[in-house]
């Protein structure tokens, strides 16, 4: 039988640095690095976002939205329409039909509401309307783009707000931080 031979003076140096090198290699550190990075890039993205960030983004979405309706009005020569509930998370978008009523488009783009879950629409002022604080407003958006003058105001559940301006005959639409009444 034989015996291990025990660390001290007698064993050989080589036994000796073997036995006392331990620790991780530069690779194993690399790899270890290199999945939880990409962990990360997988949960990071799902995390909750803040309300601001909701709101910023709905405003966003929604102005960019209402230029992409009036450029393919115009580019199509057809005519939408989109159905807003004041207090409400509410934005429907309708494309008019041969036979002049709304039917759903058939860009899936536009089939999607481009407000967020939490974000609702305060109000919409249109100069021959008002403010409509209640009820359901219809903005329509022909080949010309959008017929009036129009602002949206967007809310969080915090009492934030982003403004989005459409301005008629142009197809600019601008969105901005807070509760605006009038362009800057």
């Given at each position: 039988?034989?015996?291990?031979?025990d660390?001290?003076?007698?064993?050989?140096?080589?036994?000796?640095?073997?036995?006392?090198?331990?620790?991780?290699?530069?690779?194993?550190i690399?790899?270890?690095?290199?999945?939880?990075?990409?962990?990360?890039?997988?949960?990071?993205?799902?995390?909750?976002?803040s309300?601001?960030?909701?709101?910023?983004?709905?405003?966003?979405?929604?102005?960019?939205?209402?230029?992409?309706?009036?450029?393919r009005?115009?580019?199509?020569?057809?005519?939408?329409?989109?159905?807003?509930?004041?207090?409400?998370?509410?934005?429907?978008?309708?494309?008019?039909?041969?036979?002049?009523?709304?039917?759903?488009?058939?860009?899936?783009?536009?089939?999607?509401?481009?407000?967020?879950?939490?974000?609702?629409?305060?109000?919409v002022s249109?100069p021959?309307?008002?403010?409509?604080?209640?009820?359901?407003?219809r903005?329509?958006?022909?080949?010309?783009?959008?017929?009036?003058?129009?602002?949206?105001?967007?809310?969080?559940?915090?009492?934030?707000?982003?403004?989005?301006m459409?301005?008629?005959?142009?197809?600019?639409?601008?969105?901005?931080?807070?509760?605006?009444?009038a362009?800057?």
């Amino acid at each position: 039988m034989r015996r291990a031979p025990d660390i001290g003076s007698d064993a050989p140096l080589l036994y000796r640095k073997n036995r006392i090198q331990a620790g991780f290699t530069l690779i194993e550190i690399m790899v270890v690095l290199a999945i939880i990075s990409m962990v990360m890039l997988l949960v990071i993205p799902r995390l909750p976002s803040s309300d601001q960030e909701n709101l910023k983004t709905s405003a966003l979405t929604f102005a960019s939205t209402l230029r992409y309706i009036q450029e393919r009005a115009a580019t199509s020569q057809t005519g939408y329409y989109i159905t807003l509930e004041p207090g409400t998370d509410s934005v429907k978008i309708y494309e008019i039909g041969a036979d002049g009523s709304g039917k759903e488009p058939s860009d899936p783009f536009l089939q999607k509401s481009p407000v967020k879950e939490g974000i609702i629409v305060a109000d919409v002022s249109i100069p021959r309307l008002g403010k409509v604080s209640d009820g359901q407003v219809r903005l329509d958006v022909g080949p010309a783009g959008v017929r009036d003058f129009i602002i949206i105001h967007l809310r969080s559940a915090a009492g934030k707000f982003w403004t989005v301006m459409a301005f008629p005959s142009g197809g600019k639409v601008k969105e901005y931080e807070g509760n605006l009444e009038a362009p800057p």
